[in-house]
């Protein structure tokens, strides 16, 4: 059964500051791979979505790797601002089954710090 | 605007009284699927609809119905409700293919007393 990790579950940064929230997953037979950033009682916002066929994407300040055989992606965010703090979650997709299935980790909480 | 909206935001009933979550997507999505977000036990699977008329469970799918009689709707039911279904929903669609993932609609906070 495929299982989600993220790591940490929560970490704090002063501005500016460059930084790389973890994830890793058990079964590398997944259909894509997902981060998304959750405000405190909001909903998920889609950051970055990373086909299995792919190693990275990038968003602005956002850039997402994947690597497939080592089950691990990382999230990379420059430069860091306040406005960053949130909740961010990674969710894989596999293949086969119920593919409709999105397995979400817990989360890292992120607080940027002025 | 491409969305999924679920009604109500905020919900607070009592124990047994039935009641609807209502989901709908304008992107003509054929997968849809109900999340809960409970502290500690991040997100988890009620029940997933691959197209009209086919659902399947996920993995907290006790207590839950839901149906998909139209392609946009996917609503979730509470025909009995009970205190340990207090939890925050989401409601999230996808197309087959995938290549742009999944939208999550902006949540339901439900209250069982």
């Known amino acids: 059964k495929q299982e989600v990790t993220q790591i940490p579950a929560a970490l704090s940064v002063p501005e500016g500051e460059n930084l790389v929230l973890n994830c890793s997953f058990t079964d590398s037979a997944i259909y894509n791979l997902q981060w998304f950033r959750q405000d405190p009682g909001k909903g998920l916002t889609s950051l970055l979505l990373i086909q299995s066929s792919q190693r990275e994407q990038t968003s602005g300040r956002l850039n997402a790797s994947l690597d497939k055989s080592s089950g691990r992606s990382t999230l990379y965010i420059a430069a860091s601002q306040p406005g960053d703090s949130a909740t961010y979650l990674c969710a894989v997709r596999n293949y086969g089954g119920s593919q409709g299935n999105l397995i979400f980790g817990k989360g890292t909480k992120l607080s940027v710090k002025p | 605007e491409a969305q999924v909206t679920q009604n109500p935001r905020y919900l607070i009933t009592v124990t047994g009284k039935k009641l609807t979550v209502t989901c709908s997507q304008n992107m003509n999505h054929e997968y849809m699927s109900w999340y809960r977000q409970d502290p500690g036990l991040g997100l988890r699977q009620i029940y997933y609809?691959?197209?009209?008329?086919?659902?399947d469970k996920g993995d907290v799918p006790e207590g839950y119905k839901v149906s998909r009689k139209e392609k946009r709707n996917f609503p979730l039911i509470l025909e009995s409700p009970s205190p340990n279904q207090t939890s925050l929903y989401f409601c999230?669609?996808?197309?087959?293919?995938?290549?742009?993932?999944?939208?999550f609609g902006s949540g339901t906070r439900l209250t069982v007393v």
């Open positions: 999230a669609s996808s197309s087959p293919g995938t290549l742009l993932g999944y939208t």
């Open positions: 609809s691959m197209n009209v008329e086919v659902t």
